[in-house]
């Protein structure tokens, strides 16, 4: 007894199975591979030290008060505005130390090729978030010597006055 079975039944039981096979792999498969799994492992390996009472020291954050007392007492400080041409158009430090590369130009080799590798490096944008995102990505390429001005430019304005500038 020879059971036939047509050809538009059999399209439909392989196309329900491909179809089945497409969605298991989206799912088993497709999370491996939707991020870079090295830079994951680098980046896990850069914040294993970002925990309980290590978190603000590796953070390597400088409050307003102590970065303008560091200027005061001559220390040697490489400082990096990373606001944009329009910001920094407006106010910006007149220090013999200090450049300006807009957050968006900071990784070309060019501009690395500015940031000095030895002392300390400070970031600087107007309220310190911008300059934390740089300074993670400067610290995760090598640079061990850089540091965020905690609150920005915009805590060194509210923090000076004519009585403690100099």
């Known amino acids: ?21 497409i969605i298991l ?15 994951a492992k680098s980046y896990e390996q850069y914040f294993s030290s970002f925990s309980g009472k290590g978190t603000a020291k590796a953070l390597q954050m400088i409050p307003t008060k102590v970065f303008v007392e560091s200027l005061k007492k001559g220390e040697k400080l490489f400082i990096v505005d990373i606001r944009t ?27 690395l090729a500015k940031i000095p590798t030895s002392g ?6 107007k309220a310190g ?26 805590d060194v304005a509210n923090f000076l006055s004519p009585k403690n500038a100099y």
């Open 129 to 154: 978030h911008r300059a934390m995102a740089i300074a993670t990505g400067l610290r995760h390429i090598g640079f061990k010597n850089v540091f965020v001005l905690k609150h920005g430019i915009s």
């Open 85 to 111: 041409p329009g910001e920094t158009g407006v106010y910006g430090f007149n220090l013999a130390n200090s450049t300006v590369i807009p957050m968006n130009e900071v990784f070309t080799s060019a501009n």
């Open 120 to 125: 300390k490096v400070v970031i600087v944008c």
């Open 25 to 39: 792999s989206v799912f088993f498969v497709g999370p491996v591979f939707s991020y870079d799994q090295g830079l």
């Open 1 to 21: 007894m020879a059971i036939e079975v047509s050809s538009t039944l059999l399209e439909e039981v392989c196309m329900k199975k491909l179809f089945l096979l």
